[in-house]
């Protein structure tokens, strides 16, 4: 019987036929036999637009917490070319939440664009009729107007409804994304607390953006609008034009950051650009010391937030931990955070505990350990840490019973959860 292979030969990679017996077939398949799973980051879900009188497509990232701790809400960035740019920065934003505690975590939605052609014609702005002059200009009018209303009338209410959201929200963009940014912060200001248009098309229609904005910037001063712009080592853009216009007005009710990245191309400059604006807008999370130095600095930091954003907002994990690293060991030092944390940061406070039970099980203090549980549990009766940290708790006291049970309570939780595979990695499960 012949088959065939895989081999190198001359330093390449080359397929060719081999015999076996029939003998062998079974070892063969049992070799050959792997499992293959998706490894997915957030879910696609629809919804039937009234005002396109169609399905629209939204493609969702909920971070690491958001299971667990129903307490919690999030800020949310809308992301205008989500089928382009959603993957790759959603994994940025969970490593820039969670390992690099440079910003909160945030729910991330993707606005599916359906084909190529459909997606530039909603993210173009309408041409006022007395601007076109050809037919090819009119067929270039986009319909960035609808898309607003879109956004504005369905999609962020079905997010703010199915998922919970602090309502402080930010928009961005991409090139012709960018564009559309662009045209939002000057037509819907109020829709969203930031805009990131990044490396955006004002080329488009020759430059007509320019013009259009500082006809809209001069009619409409009592618009507040915060838009962060950049651009890529490219030519051409109308960015540089447009940025001269911004900055020759001076206007205190037009909030306008720009960076330019010489080291990017048009194709790279997406990352850059939103580190850069994610880090700015979010610069007041970030703590000094990289933790609270005691319930005082908690209080402080919740006024800083509220200054900034007129709310709180998700402490990033590493804070907890590093606070939990200096001040758990002792007794009253712990308590009197805890105590802060849940009066100004009610969402954070079950994380916390948990660090606290983590540092009373290393201890071997397993009475303490048991009622910090009990408040945990109580705040968030679904939070897999909290069952793993009572069947290390009745491991501990030799209680092989209580800890199959708080096992099969954890591993049923496990199966419902959207758990990343490093929070399930810290679980040790004999």
């Not at 039937?48 to 399905?55: F, G, N, P, Q, R």
């Not at 014609?121 to 898309?147: F, H, T, W």
């Not at 930091?301 to 907890?320: D, I, K, N």
């Not at 099980?361 to 009766?381: D, F, G, I, R, T």
Request: charged residues 25%.
């Amino acid at each position: 019987m012949c088959g065939a292979g895989l081999g190198f030969f001359d330093g390449k990679l080359c397929f060719y036929p081999i015999h076996f017996p029939m003998k062998k077939i079974t070892f063969i398949f049992l070799f050959l036999s792997f499992q293959v799973g998706a490894i997915d980051i957030g879910k696609r879900v629809s919804f039937v637009s009234d005002i396109l009188d169609k399905s629209q497509g939204l493609l969702i990232y909920t971070p690491p917490s958001y299971d667990y701790n129903k307490s919690q809400s999030f800020p949310v960035l809308y992301v205008v070319d989500g089928d382009y740019n959603f993957h790759y920065l959603t994994g940025l934003i969970e490593l820039w939440s969670n390992i690099s505690t440079s910003i909160p975590e945030m729910v991330v939605v993707g606005i599916s664009g359906g084909d190529t052609a459909a997606y530039r014609k909603m993210m173009k702005p309408p041409l006022r009729p007395e601007l076109i002059q050809d037919e090819a200009a009119y067929d270039d009018s986009g319909r960035a107007d609808v898309m607003l209303q879109v956004l504005k009338k369905e999609v962020m209410p079905f997010i703010n409804k199915h998922y919970r959201t602090n309502d402080f929200d930010v928009l961005g963009g991409h090139s012709i994304g960018g564009l559309f940014v662009t045209y939002a912060a000057v037509h819907e200001p109020a829709l969203f607390d930031r805009f990131i248009a990044v490396s955006p098309s004002l080329w488009w229609q020759d430059q007509i953006m320019k013009p259009h904005v500082e006809n809209e910037l001069e009619n409409s001063p009592d618009k507040a609008r915060q838009l962060y712009m950049t651009l890529a080592n490219e030519q051409g853009m109308g960015v540089h034009g447009f940025v001269e216009m911004v900055q020759a007005k001076r206007r205190d009710d037009f909030k306008f950051q720009f960076k330019h990245f010489p080291d990017e191309t048009h194709g790279s400059v997406g990352l850059s650009s939103y580190q850069w604006a994610l880090f700015d807008i979010f610069k007041p999370v970030r703590l000094e010391e990289r933790y609270f130095e005691d319930a005082t600095a908690v209080s402080k930091h919740a006024e800083r937030l509220t200054e900034a954003f007129g709310q709180s907002m998700p402490v990033p994990s590493g804070y907890l931990r590093n606070s939990c690293y200096a001040h758990c060991g002792d007794e009253n030092a712990r308590a009197s955070l805890d105590t802060a944390l849940s009066k100004y940061f009610p969402g954070d406070a079950v994380f916390f505990k948990m660090l606290v039970v983590e540092h009373l099980l290393s201890q071997n203090n397993l009475e303490q350990a048991a009622e910090w549980l009990k408040q945990a549990e109580q705040l968030a009766p679904e939070y897999v840490s909290v069952h793993h940290a009572w069947y290390r708790l009745h491991q501990q006291k030799k209680d092989k019973v209580q800890a199959e049970k708080a096992k099969a309570q954890l591993k049923a939780l496990l199966s419902k959860q959207s758990i990343r595979q490093w929070q399930r990695n810290e679980m040790v499960l004999d």
